[in-house]
């Protein structure tokens, strides 16, 4: 709506457009920042701004979003809770409020309500994760955004470790979401109370109803404190986690973790409100009085090796959900860079952090990556293109292609790291028939393909820096990294270390410089290529080559003066991609420099300037291929182009995407795929930047793509695996999940290794299994 008589014209600075609500607490108005940047900025109440206790309130409010601010929340842009009229400015995302969707178009069912109870579970365990409770969640305080729900307004949370205001005489929040204890002893509530709540609001969008509505509010208090919930129209297989939900003590409801998990294990289609058939839904609304909806979206031994264990396999499949959205409009893909409207205008994701490297591996632990090994960029993509031409009925693959390996049978493992206390995903990389695997507290691992069994195993003691895994194998040597012990003094934070192919005898070792992250987005700091290992020194000056069995060193070349640089590899071609250290240390670079390595000297060619922030994707037609990131200030909000480098003519050519895609990008043949949070998998033409095709799946914070015979594949964390035709993305099969693991992480590497028929993937918690693609696992 537009602005009002008496409306200010600025807050902060910050121009204003429009009202956007206005609630008990303040106004809400819709303002622009000086780059274009669109920002929701809250503003207290002026008869508020005298109240000493509500001053303290909005203060915790503000330190509440900022330390939760992420992929499930408002992001805090700015704030002045001192000012003469205290405001704060976050993020904004358009989107209806769970309330306006409900009552438009009535109660949620199938995909659509799973996707909606996890990525809501997801946004609670963060939540909770940094300390606090929220403690008003209610469906006017949820946005369905297009990369799924944000949670907002923090304006009754507070943080687990702050005293609680005391309140006088008051109860806050809203009686048909709130829980028991919040109305008998609102000062003792803690995180589970805000799962009742999750509960209840999912009641809510399953049936358009609360489970304890009454006909007035006191009502209402009564039966969450003393009846129990009504639940008739709730499908059945999400029922059962709900009324866990809904206990009235605390501890009979599960934490936002285990919720978690038990609802990743629903059906991916949950069925349908029974109230749906009656007419139920659209026109009971909830009695959620309160008009503000802002859309500011905006060290213990080590336990043994865990053997392996044979994991039951089906030959019949789960259906993946799928809606297949329009191709965007032909051409050159030069549509301009800006949003549409109905995206996200900024969401921060906290990826590829620009900064010079510090030795405190504690802090390393949050630096998330995209790439931890080079199979994405090998020439030709990560293997052969194919297609499954089985009208989309989940039918499996077609049965001629590759076998299985010698002796196959499905199972499943655990690969104990250095530090029982670091939890942590691996990576595996094949070669002959061998599979390697390493990450986190794992140098490497030689698994049997066969049965999973464990040839030996080379742990690490110290905290892995995120995202950095095996970098290569050859005939006779397995590259991967060694964390420092971080109670050791001294010694070098990372080291590369190559390890005896066979044995796992260590071979020599090497610190590490870790800047390459900052430079291209991947985790490329080593580089396997051919019988050479390439590494970037300790203090992140130059290029090393070393032979990788004898650590022998071959060459080493500086960096370009006043530049860091990591290397990547074009084919059969070396190059080495470097930004300047004035833009690294502002954390934005604004371009990116190649330069051809020769193998024999390492000696640099001539330079080639790729602009934006552009990420190395993979090579297709012996081009390199670059995602360019668009970038709000230091804050990362997707992909809005692609730039091609042909090593050949040493230019470089752009295309516009037709919007801007959130998520994690990955490349497959000739094709990049980019995966968002809630599982929208969507592919791009590389050449012309044009949208080939997307497809909704229900594997959220997927990594991928990985390419077999007929299929691309892509993985979470939890193990949950779908395979799309490559083709149209038809669904050809997916499976359930195998593993208690987080999906809010972006920019993953891929966590599938396909080994002839055989799939070997990793999950959470240093989980391995394989299945034959023909027989994915499924529910029991």
């Not at 206790?53 to 915790?60: A, K, L």
């Not at 030795?359 to 293109?385: E, K, N, Q, T």
Request: hydrophobic content about 40%.
């Amino acid at each position: 709506m537009s602005l009002r008589a008496g409306d200010p014209a600025e807050i902060g600075g910050y121009p204003l457009e429009a009202r956007l609500g206005s609630g008990g607490m303040g106004t809400v108005f819709l303002a622009r920042t000086s780059s274009g940047r669109s920002v929701a900025i809250k503003l207290i109440h002026q008869h508020f701004a005298g109240d000493d206790e509500f001053r303290i309130r909005f203060r915790q409010e503000v330190a509440a979003a900022r330390r939760v601010s992420g992929a499930f929340t408002a992001a805090v842009v700015d704030a002045a809770p001192e000012a003469e009229q205290p405001w704060m400015a976050t993020t904004y995302i358009e989107g209806l409020t769970l309330a306006e969707r409900i009552t438009a178009q009535g109660p949620l069912d199938g995909a659509e309500l799973r996707r909606l109870a996890i990525g809501l579970a997801e946004a609670l365990r963060d939540i909770h994760r940094v300390g606090v409770v929220h403690r008003d969640l209610k469906p006017s305080n949820v946005v369905l955004s297009p990369e799924g729900p944000r949670v907002i307004d923090f304006g009754i949370s507070r943080a687990v470790d702050q005293e609680t205001l005391t309140m006088t005489g008051r109860v806050i929040g809203t009686p048909p979401f709130m829980s028991p204890e919040q109305l008998k002893a609102p000062r003792g509530v803690g995180p589970r109370s805000d799962v009742f709540s999750l509960g209840t609001l999912l009641v809510y969008a399953a049936t358009g109803r609360g489970p304890f509505d009454a006909d007035s509010p006191y009502m209402t208090a009564y039966q969450v404190v003393h009846e129990e919930p009504s639940l008739g129209a709730v499908p059945g297989p999400l029922r059962t986690v709900v009324e866990s939900c809904l206990d009235k003590e605390p501890e009979g409801r599960p934490t936002a973790d285990a919720l978690l998990v038990l609802l990743r294990d629903l059906p991916s289609d949950l069925g349908g409100s029974t109230a749906r058939g009656n007419g139920e839904g659209a026109g009971h609304p909830t009695r959620d009085v309160v008009t503000q909806h802002y859309v500011a979206t905006p060290d213990t031994p080590a336990a043994p090796d865990t053997p392996a264990t044979p994991v039951a396999s089906a030959s019949s499949v789960t259906p993946v959900p799928a809606v297949v959205t329009p191709d965007a409009p032909d051409g050159s893909g030069v549509v301009g860079s800006g949003i549409p409207a109905g995206a996200p205008a900024g969401i921060p994701t906290g990826r590829r952090p620009r900064r010079r490297w510090r030795p405190v591996l504690a802090a390393a632990v949050a630096v998330a990556a995209i790439g931890g090994g080079v199979a994405a960029l090998r020439a030709g993509g990560l293997g052969a293109d194919g297609g499954v031409r089985d009208g989309g009925k989940g039918a499996g693959v077609a049965a001629r292609g590759p076998a299985l390996p010698e002796g196959f049978r499905a199972w499943r493992t655990t690969v104990r790291g250095g530090r029982a206390d670091i939890p942590d995903e691996l990576r595996c990389v094949t070669h002959g028939d061998a599979l390697f695997c390493g990450g986190g507290g794992v140098v490497a691992t030689r698994v049997r393909v066969g049965d999973g069994s464990r040839t030996w195993t080379v742990k690490s003691p110290g905290v892995p820096v995120q995202g950095m895994h095996l970098a290569g194998a050859t005939d006779d040597t397995v590259v991967g990294y060694r964390f420092a012990d971080q109670d050791a003094p001294g010694g070098p934070p990372i080291e590369v270390v190559a390890l005896d192919a066979g044995s796992g005898r260590e071979l020599w070792s090497v610190p590490s410089g870790a800047q390459s992250l900052a430079v291209t987005g991947r985790n490329l700091d080593a580089l396997v290529t051919g019988s050479l290992v390439l590494t970037v020194d300790a203090a992140n000056s130059r290029l090393e080559a070393r032979n990788a069995h004898s650590g022998e060193v071959a060459w080493t070349t500086p960096f370009p003066v006043g530049t860091q640089c990591a290397p990547v590899p074009v084919g059969p071609r070396l190059y080495a991609m470097c930004a300047t250290n004035a833009e690294l240390d502002a954390l934005e670079v604004r371009h990116s420099t190649l330069y051809e390595i020769d193998r024999a000297s390492g000696k640099l060619g001539e330079a080639v300037t790729v602009d934006g922030h552009a990420v190395p994707m993979g090579v297709t037609d012996g081009r390199l291929v670059l995602l360019q990131e668009r970038r709000e200030g230091p804050a990362f909000a997707g992909y809005d182009g692609v730039a091609r480098f042909d090593p050949a003519s040493g230019k470089v050519a752009y295309s516009r995407l037709a919007k801007t895609y959130a998520g994690t990008p990955g490349m497959a043949g000739d094709t990049v795929y980019v995966s968002g949070q809630t599982g929208l998998v969507t592919a791009l033409d590389p050449a012309t930047g044009r949208r080939k095709w997307s497809r909704q799946t229900g594997v959220e914070g997927a990594s991928g793509p990985v390419a077999g015979a007929d299929a691309v594949y892509f993985s979470s964390a939890t193990g949950r695996v779908v395979a799309l035709s490559p083709h149209d993305g038809t669904p050809l099969w997916s499976t359930d999940p195998q593993a208690d693991g987080f999906t809010g992480e972006q920019g993953a590497s891929p966590r599938v290794t396909v080994v002839g028929r055989a799939l070997v993937v990793a999950a959470a918690k240093n989980t391995l299994f394989a299945f034959d693609t023909h027989k994915p696992p499924t529910s029991d």
